[in-house]
């Protein structure tokens, strides 16, 4: 990995505190909206480097800004430090090894991803101010991406209304632009209230909530055939309405997660599964009382931002692993399927290598791939200011995603290399658009065009308060 810009090396200058950092992160794994140590972590290195520190933005205790420079234009860099739920492990060995029994664990690398993101901030608050040049970098912490959609809270609360371009990134097993495909999402629990009775002495004279839930679930399956193939609908029982059988549930509750390729196909989705559950309080005579709890856009790309940030990691190349990291993910590969490593190449429209644990590769920017594809809180900012995502290899080549493989990797001196990649890319993109007035027009130009045919709804509609007391998922 090259360092010969003058933007490289100041990242290079202060990485070791950030890899401390995302370590520090790594050993503290908090869950949706429950990331207090993790911000707090965040907020003081924004301070220790003089950033301009703002915290419980929008209403939410773990969400800060920290800002750096003055007039010109404002970029955005996006971190995150959510935990998922039961992936403890411990770090740097090849076996299942929780820490704790049903603990949390950085499954998704989001210790790594705010670190860097921050590190990227830093390196441009310190180049701006090197150089005299006018400008601001923006760092947002950004809790709870794993379904609680803090950055659509943040989008509907105005603080990206004067940003000019947003940067993030995401650890992956792989080097490249991130294509910028994923699904429009909405969460929302229904919950349904009957009336209870002794379920064999009078039967009818209760009103079974369980009831409504198990025909509401049966409308959706019916509904699969009838709806775009690229779309998706989960659901998960919350609330049974009890573990006694002799007794008619008068309360019960389902969550569903409802996703599709564009808000517009997400929006009439929403509209048929909410009918599908008037029709089972109907049919129950019961009442259902529908609450959502988050909800994020599509991605829209952006291909100028996409071509600059791809020169940008060309110019850098690979991660720089060595013997040592390549002998640790290799055996971290030996508790993957054959099928693992093929679909994690396939995904980046690669050809499987023999013998690869860690790619060093660039992938293409115009890849074609078996795309399939989740949902994230970046797709809500991308619909209000120019986006670009990278991805940076972090770890072994076929590491399933949210896994305690991850988790055991998280640590690592590989991770530490990815990390100071992403970072230099996203501020080498940084400092190319704030010297660049052309590639920030052209950016602007195409955002524009986009928005011109293409109306935003928010989906954290006015109504969404952030799910504070949400467990993660």
Request: hydrophobic share 40%.
């Amino acid at each position: 990995m090259r360092n010969d810009d003058e933007i490289w090396r100041l990242a290079d200058a202060k990485s070791p505190a950030f890899f401390a950092m995302s370590d520090r992160i790594w050993g503290t794994p908090e869950l949706n909206y429950q990331e207090t140590q993790s911000a707090a972590e965040h907020a003081r290195m924004l301070e220790q480097e003089g950033f301009r520190v703002q915290t419980a933005v929008a209403g939410i205790p773990t969400a800060l800004i920290g800002e750096a420079g003055e007039g010109g234009p404002v970029i955005a860099i996006l971190g995150e430090y959510d935990a998922l739920p039961g992936l403890s492990q411990e770090a740097g060995v090849a076996v299942e090894k929780p820490i704790e029994d049903g603990g949390a664990g950085h499954g998704c690398g989001h210790n790594m991803l705010g670190s860097a993101s921050l590190l990227a901030a830093t390196a441009v608050k310190d180049y701006l101010a090197k150089n005299g040049l006018k400008g601001r970098v923006r760092y947002y912490g950004c809790p709870a991406e794993e379904g609680g959609s803090s950055k659509g809270f943040m989008v509907r609360a105005g603080l990206f209304d004067d940003v000019d371009v947003a940067i993030c990134w995401h650890p992956a097993a792989f080097t490249g632009v991130n294509k910028p495909i994923s699904l429009a999402c909405v969460e929302i629990e229904f919950t349904f209230h009957g009336r209870a009775s002794h379920a064999a002495a009078t039967p009818h004279l209760g009103r079974s909530a369980l009831d409504a839930v198990e025909l509401m679930n049966i409308g959706v399956n019916y509904m699969r055939e009838h709806m775009p193939s690229s779309a998706r609908v989960h659901y998960a029982i919350i609330d049974g309405g009890g573990i006694a059988p002799n007794v008619v549930q008068a309360r019960a509750t389902v969550r569903h997660l409802i996703r599709a390729r564009t808000l517009a196909e997400m929006w009439d989705l929403v509209r048929r599964v909410k009918d599908i559950a008037q029709g089972a309080a109907l049919m129950s005579e019961t009442r259902v009382v529908a609450k959502q709890l988050s909800g994020d856009a599509n991605l829209v790309g952006n291909r100028p931002l996409e071509e600059c940030m791809h020169r940008n990691l060309t110019r850098l190349g690979g991660p720089g692993f060595d013997e040592a990291d390549r002998r640790f993910a290799a055996e971290i590969q030996k508790t993957f399927s054959k099928d693992d490593i093929r679909s994690s190449y396939g995904r980046f429209g690669l050809k499987p290598r023999d013998g690869e644990a860690l790619s060093e590769e660039i992938y293409p920017l115009d890849f074609t791939a078996d795309l399939f594809v989740g949902s994230t809180d970046v797709g809500t900012v991308s619909w209000v200011t120019p986006t670009v995502q990278c991805r940076a290899a972090c770890y072994a080549v076929g590491t399933p995603g949210h896994s305690w493989q991850l988790v055991a990797q998280g640590r690592a001196p590989a991770a530490h290399k990815g990390l100071a990649l992403a970072a230099k890319a996203m501020a080498g993109v940084a400092v190319d658009v704030l010297a660049d007035p052309a590639l920030l027009k052209a950016a602007r130009d195409e955002f524009e065009a986009f928005r011109r045919e293409n109306p935003f709804d928010n989906p954290i509609t006015p109504d969404v308060e952030p799910p504070l007391d949400m467990a993660a998922k």
